[in-house]
T-cell receptor, first 111, second 108 residues
């Protein structure tokens, strides 16, 4: 049972490049989330999904896009990367809203 | 929008001392959850509180939910070096809104 798997673990992007952060869960959770974590700032919600085909914006959605075509996968797309998007990105899933299971994170640097 | 605030931001204790972190919300919460993040790691779920005035214990950790469901606390008795990390509270809106966390360091 892998839980929540995020790839890649590390990535360096140049300004203006695009990339997709992958997230997959094998717990059959309907709810999935993307957070970013900056030093000393806690976790900020980017997007979330309550089921396949349903997504909604969180606190800091600008510069990101998501899709949810299956229950298992919830990729996060960065278009036109900017230095302000340098952060650690965590994907999480849950059964309804109880007890999120987090992935190990993707550390992204935009230079 | 909903905000969740935690104090203190940092706390250093000697091993064996007690530790408490406090969490306050700008709105009434349907529930509050606590997570622990070890240095370099990811957040790990500790507990969920739902009822007004609820108190739950996990070994040396005691969690409380305020009567008005707008505040919560985590108390660790007799800290150990394994308690090192950042403790986050999170209030449930449409999804969890996290506080900035309290980073605990412990010296032996």
């Amino acid at each position: 049972n892998a839980g929540v798997t995020q790839t890649p673990k590390f990535r360096i992007l140049k300004i203006g490049q695009s990339m997709t952060l992958q997230c997959a869960q094998d717990m059959n959770h309907n709810y999935m989330y993307w957070y970013r974590q900056d030093p000393g700032m806690g976790l900020k919600l980017i997007y979330y999904s309550v089921g396949a085909g349903i997504t909604d914006k969180g606190e800091v959605p600008n510069g990101y896009n998501v899709s949810r075509s299956t229950t298992e996968d919830f990729p996060l797309r960065l278009e036109l990367a900017a230095p302000s998007q340098t952060s650690v990105y965590f994907c999480a899933s849950s059964y309804r809203s109880y007890g999120y299971t987090f992935g190990s994170g993707t550390r992204l640097t935009v230079v | 929008g909903q905000q969740v605030m935690q104090i203190p931001q940092y706390q250093h204790v000697q091993e064996g001392e007690d530790f408490t972190t406090y969490c306050n919300s700008s709105t009434t919460l349907s529930n509050i959850q606590w997570y622990k993040q070890r240095p370099g790691g990811h957040p790990v779920f500790l507990i969920q509180l739902v009822k007004s005035g609820e108190v739950k214990k996990q070994k040396r950790l005691t969690f409380q939910f305020g009567e008005a469901k707008k505040n919560s606390s985590l108390h660790i008795t007799a800290t150990q070096t394994t308690d090192v990390g950042t403790y986050f509270c999170a209030g449930l809106g449409t999804a969890l809104i996290f506080g900035k966390g309290t980073t605990l360091s412990v010296s032996s």
